[in-house]
Nanobody, 115 residues
Framework: QVQLVESGGGLVQAGGSLRLSCAAS????????MGWYRQAPGKQRELVAGINSSGSTNYADSVKGRFTISRDNAKNTVYLQMNNLKPEDTAVYYC?????????WGQGTQVTVSS
């Protein structure tokens, strides 16, 4: 089991930036695929960005060029740098770790972008 704790959410004006962090427990963090998801009110949870154990990344079209996912295996932490934020980025952001048929989710952190 992997425990995940997100931080870094908050209120920001459109055009601003935030960096989310997800700290993971466990000694084999570097073998986990990690992802950031978000869920806006009334909408389904969606993948924002993912990074595998080799460092390859993928992004939702809506955030390409604005968001960057990265990981620091020495700190058991994955980050989501969010630039040029838009009101439509407002959501609860969740961190997910995946390995084989298993996964773990964090509790979520609220990001609110005002226009």
């Amino acid at each position: 089991q992997v425990q995940l704790v997100e931080s870094g959410g908050g209120l920001v004006q459109a055009g601003g930036s935030l960096r989310l962090s997800c700290a993971a427990s466990g000694s084999i963090f570097n073998t986990r695929a990690m992802g950031w998801y978000r869920q806006a009110p009334g909408k389904q949870r969606e993948l924002v960005a993912g990074i595998n154990s080799s460092g390859s990344t993928n992004y939702a079209d809506s955030v390409k060029g604005r968001f960057t996912i990265s990981r620091d295996n020495a700190k058991n932490t994955v980050y989501l740098q969010m630039n040029n934020l838009k009101p439509e980025d407002t959501a609860v952001y969740y961190c997910r770790a995946a390995w084989g048929p298993y996964d773990s989710w964090g509790q979520g952190t609220q990001v609110t972008v005002s226009s």
